[in-house]
């Protein structure tokens, strides 16, 4: 089969086209003959430095295909053992394509529980492109924030896949969505997918403009981290932040009083349980939500798609077909 795989850890360009042995079928697991996988920022950060796993390695955590042994349409759930608890994964959990073989290749062998039915309006492309991205959105709004119908919620940075994701979601589920932007024209794409209107984070006064167009939101999603000071001034009291990624930062500092006095919560979250997926899929196809697509490339073209990602400039996932 042809994978895309990783002989080292560094830049784009150590990501090479091979043939590798097909994967072998056993005991609970499926072979899935994959039709599209998908990029997240997680696999760049794998990609340069190894995280300390090995080489070589197939990355990519988001797939959809057709089983082997049933033929049937497949979406791939991307955690590994994440255990009994609803609250948090086990310590030793794993993401697909971290330790294991993942999506980027035209054959991949999975457990069984991991596979769940495609939703049938999605082509494959877009199922490809749901899991990590909506898994992730999905359980920060919804299961971590508790967003509700006729509430507002404020998604930080439109363009990436859970920023998409979660404008979608969150307006079909009948809140009222803004955005934050450093690109006029990404806000106005936010328009399409739901959102009611966004502002310029590089503008000084970004949170004032929020507090101007809102009176205060009830959720953030924020996946940028070291700016949660920012995000705990556009809320309401007793509102609610889902923070999920580091993108502008590893670190933030909080005054403490202005914490407490604001009645907020602060849920800490990334990736959904099976039960989250299992909501997730039904959500999508209750309200017909169709995952935003900036390209699609054929599987050789990873380098380049790994490339687009970096460099900022997308709105929506990449997405790559077998």
């Known amino acids: 089969m042809e994978a895309i795989v990783a002989e080292k850890w560094g830049g784009p360009e150590v990501l090479e086209s091979r043939q590798v042995p097909d994967p072998e079928p056993r005991d609970g697991h499926a072979v899935v003959e994959l039709r599209a996988c998908a990029t997240n920022w997680h696999d760049i950060l794998v990609r340069r430095t190894g995280r300390g796993f090995a080489v070589p390695s197939i990355l990519g955590i988001d797939g959809a295909g057709v089983r082997r042994d049933t033929g049937e349409e497949v979406i791939i759930y991307p955690v590994l053992s994440w ?22 290749a035209e054959l991949i062998s999975v457990a069984t529980e991991s596979l769940f039915p495609k939703p049938g309006h999605l082509s494959w492309e877009e199922a490809a492109a749901l899991p990590v991205a909506g898994l992730t959105a999905y359980r920060a709004l919804f299961t971590c924030a508790r967003l509700k119908a006729g509430e507002t919620a404020l998604v930080l940075g439109a363009g990436s896949g859970v920023s998409t994701a979660a404008v979608a979601l969150a307006a079909a589920a009948g809140a009222r969505v803004y955005v934050t932007s450093s690109r006029p024209e990404k806000i106005e794409r936010s328009r399409e997918l739901g959102a009611e209107g966004g502002v310029l984070y590089t503008n000084e006064t970004w949170t004032d403009e929020v507090i101007e ?4 939101v009830d959720v953030v999603l924020d996946g940028v981290g070291s700016d949660l000071p920012s995000s705990l001034k556009c809320l309401k009291r007793g509102g609610r932040i889902s923070i999920f990624g580091a993108s502008g930062g590893a670190t933030a500092t909080l005054d403490v009083p202005s914490l407490y006095f604001s009645y907020a919560s602060i849920f800490a979250t990334g990736i959904g349980s099976p039960a989250d997926f299992s909501q997730l899929l039904r959500a999508v196809d209750d309200g017909r939500i169709r995952p935003v697509i900036d390209s699609v490339r054929p599987l050789g073209e990873m380098v380049a798609a790994h490339r687009r990602m970096e460099e900022n400039s997308h709105f929506g996932k990449l997405v790559l077909t077998a």
Not at 83 to 104: K, V
């Open 83 to 104: 255990g009994d608890s609803e609250i948090a994964p086990r310590l030793d959990y794993q993401i697909l394509g971290d330790a294991t073989d993942g999506t980027y």
């Open 213 to 216: 167009l809102t009176g205060g």
